[in-house]
């Protein structure tokens, strides 16, 4: 398996939906962590804990998980040596707790659940641990009763602070020391109770200035008379912090030393968590636990993609057996790809223990090694088009595969020329073969087709589609190459039958019809009885511009019927459609009337030859022997 495999079949998507159905972070972390077996008995052990799940939960009881949280940071914390919190032990005492009511309800499931209920004989029951923490501990604080000392303390600090209250009291009542007081009320800074005192008159009360307001107008002091009280209850305070470390650490330590069965039992809930939450997959899913072999066989009845909503057709398929190569043809959007992903998710869902949407009949291979090539691979980040990534995709498969491979191929070849594309197809399908793979391979190739016929352990399937509709019906049919959709849709249209014969005569045996048509039969195109708007804007000695090479050439011929002109350029004569040129100025405004344009299109030295022949000279006469002579030998 390879992240390839589990991204484009959705693997990770199908455990967070199974994921969701748990109910605490220990059976969320161990899906997590779950990926497909290939050991037959031990998938043979996942799927039947799910069946077992699944009638403990038709049972219409609930699983008494409630309580039951991870707390594996907590048993980090004591590996540490770290002295809990009053709040993590009573999530400690929780779990505990959780695990006991499990246990129980476990074993009174025997009779329908043998194999889960066993493993409730592992777990570790702590009564007694949660009995000492839930009596130490009430409301996530340390109760008073956890031991006589803290008890005893506690007792004296309620006494100290009743008459620290007492004496403020009377310092707020008195007459002497209102003026002094800026609010009748008593204060705690620092631990400590004070009195605020307007900072004037902060002199004139006898006692030790513990903090002071924001804006400095108020100042709050101990007076001298609780001083001595104030200190004994920090005291206490003191004592009572220590007494309470001792309690904590004694509750740890209780813990600390069932850490060894703790961890077992953890293990244990995050198995049942999971094992549930497939329960409940399986019953929402209407699922069904399929028969398992290790040979490459898959026969799949009435079976669903797991993460289609609404209305699927089911798919019915087989491989392995009188095959072990299936291509599948049909038009586009008519299923092939979800055929694909249905049969690659349902066996890795297997392999994972998951029940499977499917009718009973229904038979999984396991797999060491399940490749998929599936959709665009086009990489940016390599510049790589989509038929280099997918053989750079199939060749990494090919360096990995064995005889216990599934393979899933969709548009096996495509993106490049059909005819190499094909070929390089059916090498690589027969290589994987020969390999001793199990491959399922889509395309629109006929040549693979033919070769699928040929082959004897080679098989064709097709996607139905409906021919008056033509709307795929996402079935798939065993033995039958799919049909160009693109013959239907033209029959559909009217096409003449004579062209629809020749398209499926063409498309069997490639003998095209290359006899020419008579002579009688061509309808020979007539001159326009008007001229273009566009016929008198050109004429012999033009001056234009070529649109398309950039040059300057002259007019020889005006526009014809087809709305070509004939332009002498670079010593060429070239016929350019009138769109292809610009004037860029008219015969008549470059050359002087009864000039003679046709020496527009002879070069110098033909103009000047026969200049000299009109004249009669002998030098040009000899010239032309020269040349005659030169041609004649």
């Known amino acids: 398996m390879n992240q390839i495999t589990y991204e484009k079949l959705q693997y990770n998507e199908l455990k967070e939906i199974v994921k969701s159905y748990c109910v605490s972070g220990l059976g969320r972390q161990l899906i997590d962590k779950l990926t497909p077996s290939s050991v037959i008995n031990a998938v043979k052990n996942r799927l039947h804990e799910t069946t077992e799940a699944v009638a403990i939960l038709n049972t219409n ?40 009511q499990v246990k129980k309800y476990m074993l009174d499931k025997q009779e329908f659940a043998p194999v889960l209920a066993s493993y409730a004989h592992s ?131 209780l813990l600390l030393e069932n850490i060894a069965e703790i961890k077992i039992n953890m ?16 019953k929402q899913i209407d699922g069904i636990e399929p028969k398992l072999n290790d040979y490459g066989f898959i026969q799949l009845v009435e079976a669903r993609h797991p993460l289609l909503s609404g209305h699927v057709v089911p798919l019915n398929f087989e491989v392995g057996k009188d095959f072990r190569s299936l291509i599948i043809t049909g038009p586009n959007a008519g299923g092939k790809t979800v055929v694909l992903k249905t ?32 959709g665009d691979n086009q990489s940016i980040e390599n510049a790589l088009s989509t038929f280099s990534s997918h053989m750079q995709n199939i060749s990494d498969i090919m360096r990995s595969a064995n005889n216990h491979t599934l393979l899933l191929f969709d548009e096996i070849g495509s993106g490049t020329e059909p005819n190499e594309g094909a070929a390089l197809a059916i090498a690589i399908l027969e290589e994987f073969y020969q390999m001793g793979c199990l491959t399922v391979a889509t395309t629109h190739y006929g040549e693979i087709k033919r070769f699928s016929e040929m082959h004897p352990d080679f098989m064709n399937a097709a ?5 008056d509709t033509l709307e795929p019906l996402y079935q798939l049919l065993l033995g039958k190459a799919g049909e160009s959709n693109a013959l239907w849709i033209a029959k559909k249209m009217n096409l003449h039958e004579r062209a629809l014969q020749k398209a499926e005569d063409y498309i069997a045996n490639k003998d095209y019809e290359l006899t020419m048509v008579s002579e009688n039969k061509i309808r020979k195109p007539k001159l326009p009885n008007k001229k273009p708007k566009y016929y008198d804007q050109y004429e012999k000695g033009d001056r234009v511009k070529l649109l398309e090479h950039n040059e300057v050439g002259i007019v020889y011929q005006g526009i014809d ?45 033909t103009r000047k030859m026969q200049h000299d022949l009109e004249r009669g000279s002998k030098k040009a006469l000899r010239e032309i022997a020269k040349d005659i002579r030169k041609k004649r030998d």
């Open 267 to 282: 293990e244990l809930i995050s198995q049942y968590d999971m094992v549930f939450a497939k329960g409940k997959f399986s």
């Open 561 to 605: 019927y087809e709305h070509h002109v004939v332009v002498f350029c670079q010593q060429e004569f070239m016929r350019v459609h009138v769109k292809r040129i610009a004037l860029e100025m008219q015969a008549k405004d470059l050359y002087p009337a009864g000039y003679d344009l046709e020496t527009l299109f002879v070069d110098h030295q």
């Open 123 to 253: 777990m570790t029951e702590f009564s007694s641990v949660e009995e000492e923490i839930n009596f130490a501990i009430k409301g996530n604080r340390i109760d008073s009763s956890a031991s006589r000392e803290l008890k005893r303390i506690r007792q004296h600090m309620h006494a100290v602070e009743a008459k620290i209250e007492e004496r403020l009291n009377k310092f707020l009542k008195s007459n002497t020391n209102k003026k002094y007081i800026q609010e009748a009320f008593i204060s705690r800074k620092d631990g400590r109770y004070t009195i605020p005192i307007k900072a004037a008159y902060k002199h004139h009360v006898e006692g030790a200035i513990i903090d002071v307001s924001a804006k400095g107008s108020t100042v709050f002091i101990e007076p001298q008379s609780v001083t001595k009280l104030n200190a004994e209850f920090a005291a206490c305070q003191a004592e009572e912090a220590m007494e309470e470390y001792q309690i904590l650490a004694a509750l740890s330590g």
């Open 463 to 467: 996607m139905r589609f409906d021919s």
């Open 61 to 100: 009881s609930r699983v008494p998980f409630l309580g039951v949280t991870n707390i594996e940071q907590i048993v980090q914390a004591l590996e540490k040596g770290i002295i809990l919190e009053p709040s993590d032990l009573l999530h400690a005492s929780d779990f505990l707790r959780g695990c006991r």
């Open 343 to 374: 049969i690659g998710l349902l066996t890795l869902a297997a392999m994972s223990g998951f029940h499977i949407s499917a009718a009973k009949g229904t038979e999984i291979s396991l797999f060491e090694r399940v490749f998929v090539d599936i």
